[in-house]
């Protein structure tokens, strides 16, 4: 189905999404549960710190951290809060506005990323990978792509 169409979706299409929608927050429960058993904080943290790291100079504005997340969130503006709090990451003036901010990674959040990836690394395996087939892997990888504009 494109978007020049006007036909409605299929029963399978409409299970597809289904399934797709229950399969993902299922196993985000898993990794988030996977990663609190081993005593650290949300993957939206991971996510954050993840961003931060392979961004230039580990800095960036709330809102271009906001569109590069993997994770929907919602309110942004408070995990950046609770992550300096931490001292994971430091809010700072942006040299390019004064009225603005960047957020950057601090030595202590870049130390939490690696002691959380391989927990995180574990859960993937767990959770998804071992699922699939290194063709099934590759067949979804394909099949997701559809759904992104420009990839």
């Known amino acids: 189905m494109t978007d020049e169409t006007n036909e409605d979706a299929s029963p ?3 299970d597809a999404w289904a399934r ?3 399969s993902s ?11 609190k058993a081993a005593g650290f904080p949300p993957l939206a943290w991971y996510d954050i710190l993840l ?20 994770l929907a969130q919602y309110n942004v503006s408070r995990l950046i809060d609770r992550l300096a709090s931490a001292e994971l990451v430091e809010k700072r003036k942006s040299p390019e506005d004064g009225r603005g ?23 993937i395996q767990s959770e998804f990978a071992c699922h699939l087939s290194e063709d099934d ?6 099949l997701l792509g559809k759904l992104l504009p420009g990839k």
């Not at 901010?101 to 859960?123: N, R």
């Not at 892997?137 to 394909?142: E, H, N, S």
Request: charged share 30%.
């Open 12 to 14: 399978i299409t409409i």
């Open 20 to 22: 797709l929608l229950r």
């Open 25 to 35: 927050a299922t196993v985000l429960e898993q990794v988030e549960a996977k990663l």
């Open 51 to 70: 961003e931060l790291k392979r961004a230039e100079g580990r800095q960036l504005r709330p809102v271009e951290l906001e569109r590069r997340m993997l």
């Open 101 to 123: 901010i960047v957020v950057a990674l601090t030595a202590k959040g870049s130390a939490l990323l690696e002691d959380m990836w391989p927990v995180y690394k574990s859960a």
């Open 137 to 142: 892997a590759a067949t979804l990888f394909r």
